[in-house]
């Protein structure tokens, strides 16, 4: 190998490495980095499928726990604690988003107790669900 070739493969293994870095850390920093949401919130439709999308998980969850469909019931409730979730993003109000992220959190334990065929806890958690519709009603509905 001549002085000059040596020097040739040197370089192009150091642009080899280098490119190798470049791409590891842009994969750091990929757009799917943890819970960070890199694109704003962008709704499909401003409230009124959200709502009838709330009201139609709630009248499914109440029906599968008289029925003690105990799966079908818990993932309605995964269902309504996302858009709840969704709801939160609805408006820019600190307040709103309260009201909207509780909603979520009990659907959540709602779906928890489901998952554990717990019927006592779910109807009084689907009880406690009900108040909390109405309480973001009261301030936020305007009909
Ligand atoms: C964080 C606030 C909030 C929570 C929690 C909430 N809602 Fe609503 N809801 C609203 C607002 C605001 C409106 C009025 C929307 C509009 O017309 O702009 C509404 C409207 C509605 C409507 C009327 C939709 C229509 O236009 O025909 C229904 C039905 C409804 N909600 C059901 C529910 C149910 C069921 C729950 C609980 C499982 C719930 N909502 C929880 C804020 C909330």
Known sequence: MTYRSGLTAICVAVMVIGLFAWVASAQDKGDTAGAVTIRPFKPVQPMKALMLGHKKLFGE???????EKWDDAATSSWILAEMANVNSHQRDIPKYQQFADHLSQQASELAKALEKKDGAKARQFAGEIGKSCKDCHDQYRKD
């Open 61 to 67: 969850i109440r029906e599968s726990i008289i029925d």
